[in-house]
């Protein structure tokens, strides 16, 4: 139980193009899920926190413009890239937690890593 | 100060060696501690939570000090797939303001 996919698992695109990003529960349904990007060797900076329903709570220094957060059910969540740059390439992990568990057990998706050119 | 700190190694043991992990926090009114291992290029996986109280899974156990403001991770008998990097993890805030925040990471390499 408590499987979360992301689609795609990897992408590439050229600069000025957008990208979007699923992310599913697939057994389980999801009130909250978390959009994290990772860059080589750092660790996780969570970027946005999505609420079903509800508009995305961005952590400080993200741009909601540019990583648009789209909530629309229970078990899916998307980020969309907006005019992507090489800048923007990273490893970007998507994470759920369960609307019946209320402690921090979040689970991860698979990533996508993304590589603009 | 960081919010999480963590040493981020590596840590090069030989097969079979007890290896510990510290990893420290500055806000005292945390309330939820984890420890999750990153695999190269995967997503990280829940290792276990930490209680007060300790606990223990297999060959891995888990400390927390509260009053000193940190956690333990204890490798027993490391095995070759052992070999990842250890997330240490901390939780506080309430409702919609409910934040976890991620370590480093502390990089262990196994070797036989």
């Known amino acids: 139980g408590a499987v979360v996919s992301q689609h795609p698992s990897w992408v590439i695109c050229k600069s000025g193009t957008s990208v979007k990003i699923e992310c599913r529960s697939l057994d389980f349904q999801a009130t909250t899920m978390f959009w994290y990007r990772q860059f080589p060797k750092q660790s996780l900076m969570l970027m946005a926190t999505s609420n079903e329903g509800s508009k995305a709570t961005y952590e400080q220094g993200v741009e909601k413009d540019k990583f648009l957060i789209n909530h629309a059910s229970l078990t899916l969540s998307t980020l969309t890239v907006t005019s992507a740059h090489p800048e923007d390439s990273s490893f970007y992990i998507c994470s759920a937690r369960d609307y019946r568990n209320l402690a921090d057990t979040q689970y991860f998706g698979p990533g996508t890593r993304l590589t603009v050119l | ?112």
């Open chain 2, 1 to 112: 100060r960081k919010e999480v700190e963590q040493d981020p190694g590596p840590f090069n043991v030989p097969e079979g060696a007890t290896v510990a992990f510290n990893c420290t926090y500055s806000n005292s009114a945390s309330q939820s501690f984890f420890w999750y291992r990153q695999d190269c290029r995967k997503e990280p996986k829940l290792l276990m939570s930490v209680y007060s109280s300790g606990n223990e899974d297999g060959r891995f156990t888990a400390q927390l000090n509260r009053a000193s403001q940190y956690i333990s991770l204890l490798i027993r008998d490391s095995k070759l797939s052992d070999s990842a990097t250890y997330l240490c993890v901390v939780a506080w805030g309430a409702g919609n303001n409910r934040k976890l925040i991620w370590g480093l990471g502390t990089s262990l390499a196994v070797n036989p």
